[in-house]
């Protein structure tokens, strides 16, 4: 497994990384070296995410990384429950699985860091039970409900390439995908291309 040592950045749609489905994290290596370059790298993006005061959580695709990997403002996530769901070590969510959903739904309007300045409403389960490797590296299965759980199911979209623009009506996914194409500088689209090239391989 290749973990980039660069520079992390917010990718925002339709950067490629978005619209792909992310690959597990491979675990289980003994000599940790792996484990020390992963956590490295999910440092970097929970310094991302820390750097954004609208954030609550963050997947690698969103820095332009196909991992299954996720990071978790826990202190404020668990401000939005009567419950900490969420210990200091689940900061890190490592391949995130969402084992079960709650039958009962609800819609609500959704931010994302990849879509900056839009919202959209969307519909989702109010409870549901996650499964994932921790920052420890010990497994966990969390219920969650209420807000947290809307931010893990958002954050496992990510991990499967479905972001905000697929609860879009078709009109105002293209006009969300034109204005965001609008704010990309060069080097975003000299990126873009480049990670195009590299999913393509
Ligand atoms: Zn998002």
Redesign the pocket.
Known sequence: MTIPSGIIKIKTYPFPTLLERAQEVPLGNEDGADNHMLLRFANGMMRELLGESTGI???AP?VGVELCLVVVNVLKLNKFSEEDFFGYSDRIMINPVILNKGSIRSSSL??????PGVQQKVTRAEECEVKFINAEMVERTVQLKGFPARVIQ??V??LRGI??GNYMSDWKHRRERRKLLETWTIQDQLDAAECMGSLLD
């Open positions: 959580a963050l997947a969103q959704e931010g994302c860091l990849s879509f958002h954050e979209d990510h972001t905000l």
